[in-house]
């Protein structure tokens, strides 16, 4: 079982910065995959950004076009957290960013229901 509470949403003009942080409880952090996925008002859940692992020993970072050389997503297992840096924002990033945990494959990693675990959500307002 793992709990995920998201932190750092807030409001920001374009072209600024925000980091958001997932904060994990539970045991085994360090095997789970972690990703942020996002969802604006009618519109589905997307993919932004996952840390996957593979053979136990490398962790994979893919992005979403849309935010890709904008974010980074980064890991602390000693501190069980995620964080997603993004800079450059645009307005449309806005909306709920969500951190999941799961044990997708790379492959898979992007498709929402291949993770177990998720947090509340944080808002992320980009103004123009």
């Known amino acids: 079982q793992v709990q995920l509470v998201e932190s750092g949403g807030g409001l920001v003009q374009a072209g600024g910065s925000l980091r958001l942080s997932c904060a994990a409880s539970?045991?085994?952090?360090?095997?789970?995959?972690m990703g942020w996925f996002r969802q604006a008002p009618g519109k589905e859940r997307e993919f932004v950004a996952t840390?996957?692992?593979?053979?136990?020993?490398?962790?994979?970072?893919d992005y979403a076009e849309s935010v890709k050389g904008r974010f980074t997503i980064s890991r602390d297992n000693a501190k069980k957290k995620v964080d997603l840096q993004m800079n450059s924002l645009k307005p449309e990033d806005t909306a709920v960013y969500y951190c999941?945990?799961?044990?997708?494959?790379?492959?898979?990693?992007?498709?929402?229901?291949?993770?177990?675990?998720w947090g509340q959500g944080t808002q992320v307002t980009v103004s123009s």
């Open positions: 539970g045991r085994s952090f360090s095997t789970y995959g």
């Open positions: 999941a945990a799961g044990t997708p494959s790379r492959s898979i990693a992007t498709i929402p229901s291949e993770y177990d675990y």
């Open positions: 840390l996957t692992w593979s053979d136990g020993s490398t962790y994979y970072a």
